[in-house]
T-cell receptor, first 115, second 115 residues
Framework: EAQVTQNPRYLITVTGKKLTVTCSQNMNHEYMSWYRQDPGLGLRQIYYSMNVEVTDKGDVPEGYKVSRKEKRNFPLILESPSPNQTSLYFC??????????????FGPGTRLTVL | GENVEQHPSTLSVQEGDSAVIKCTYSDSASNYFPWYKQELGKRPQLIIDIRSNVGEKKDQRIAVTLNKTAKHFSLHITETQPEDSAVYFCAASGFKSGGSYIPTFGRGTSLIVHP
């Protein structure tokens, strides 16, 4: 089944404790991205990746890191989480090949609480 | 960067009525406009999309119109049903100068369909 998976689905942590949220897709998509969703603010892009070893900042990258060592995986890293990073996080992928825009397929979401 | 405005933020209709959600965008480089539906506790899922070379697209009870000159696009749902109740997001995306690709989402419209 074609899908985007994220783990963990729920996470409660404390300020300053490094964490990683994993994202994986099995659709051979080149484009992957991370969003955070906050009430009243919609979806805001954190980082995106056009292909392996190619990553770039989205609209709200501060406090986050990503890596793209393999095509299927795109982990989100919070080196020192703070309470303002409490949010619902979505990973997404898209068959964005040859410069042709296309829809994004979203993972199930990760609800993160930073105390 | 791109700015997407979405209105209204909340829309309440009676079953069987029509619902219209409107979005405006600012960047003329945007050429792909998807609409996503997000049910409570679920991931956003594409319901319809339109590209800048098309003025209107329809899929059963859902239609989208695009006015490139005025930089606005709208979602139309006819004969609404209670299962249409959800949050709807519009988005604008396209390759910008420099090669970046950052889809920008509206803040969402909470559609409530009363039986």
């Amino acid at each position: 089944e074609a899908q985007v998976t994220q783990n963990p689905r729920y996470l409660i942590t404390v300020t300053g404790k490094k964490l990683t949220v994993t994202c994986s897709q099995n659709m051979n998509h080149e484009y992957m991205s991370w969003y955070r969703q906050d009430p009243g603010l919609g979806l805001r892009q954190i980082y995106y990746s056009m292909n392996v070893e190619v990553t770039d900042k989205g609209d709200v990258p501060e406090g986050y890191k990503v890596s793209r060592k393999e095509k299927r995986n795109f982990p989100l890293i919070l080196e020192s989480p703070s309470p303002n990073q409490t949010s619902l996080y979505f990973c997404a992928s898209s068959p964005l090949a040859s410069g042709i825009t296309d829809t994004q397929y979203f993972g199930p979401g990760t609800r993160l609480t930073v105390l | 960067g791109e700015n997407v405005e979405q209105h209204p933020s909340t829309l309440s209709v009676q079953e069987g009525d029509s619902a219209v959600i409107k979005c405006t965008y600012s960047d003329s480089a945007s050429n792909y406009f998807p609409w996503y539906k997000q049910e409570l506790g679920k991931r956003p899922q594409l319901i319809i999309d339109i590209r800048s070379n098309v003025g209107e697209k329809k899929d059963q009870r859902i239609a989208v119109t695009l006015n490139k000159t005025a930089k606005h696009f709208s979602l139309h749902i006819t004969e609404t049903q209670p299962e249409d109740s959800a949050v709807y997001f519009c988005a604008a995306s396209g390759f910008k100068s420099g090669g970046s690709y950052i889809p920008t989402f509206g803040r969402g419209t909470s559609l409530i369909v009363h039986p």
